[in-house]
């Protein structure tokens, strides 16, 4: 059964950074893309960020490029997400997302499993 357990949400300051953590188990995932994505209260979940399990590439939403950074460690099966310079407008419950198979996806239907979530919240 795959399981994908994120950790490392909370408060902070805008300006700030955080590092959340994605703990995938269940099954190998070197045909995955892992990624991320975000859902402010009431708004639809978007794409922040992805990467294939098994390469280096790495995908991002316009919103968070050159401050947020995929990043993952196969020792670990973990997948983390650096985010750096947050702002007010990144607060979300982040999750995390994994898709089988070739072909990034940028829609929450392309991916086949998903964490819990967690909570980010950037005050002003």
């Known amino acids: 059964q795959v399981q994908l357990v994120e950790s490392g949400g909370g408060l902070v300051q805008a300006g700030g950074s955080l590092r959340l953590s994605c703990a995938a188990s269940?099954?190998?995932?070197?045909?995955?893309?892992l990624g991320w994505f975000r859902q402010a209260s009431g708004k639809e979940r978007d794409f922040v960020a992805a990467?294939?399990?098994?390469?280096?590439?790495?995908y991002y939403a316009d919103s968070v490029k050159g401050r947020f950074t995929i990043s993952r460690d196969k020792t670990k099966n973990t997948v983390y997400l650096q985010m750096n310079s947050l702002k007010p407008e990144d607060t979300a419950v982040y999750y995390c997302?994994?898709?089988?198979?070739?072909?990034?996806?940028?829609?929450?239907?392309?991916?086949?499993?998903w964490g819990q979530g967690t909570q980010v919240t950037v005050s002003s």
């Open positions: 990467m294939w399990w098994s390469g280096t590439s790495t």
């Open positions: 997302a994994a898709k089988g198979g070739y072909g990034l996806g940028l829609s929450i239907g392309a991916y086949d499993y």
């Open positions: 269940g099954r190998t995932f070197s045909n995955y893309y």
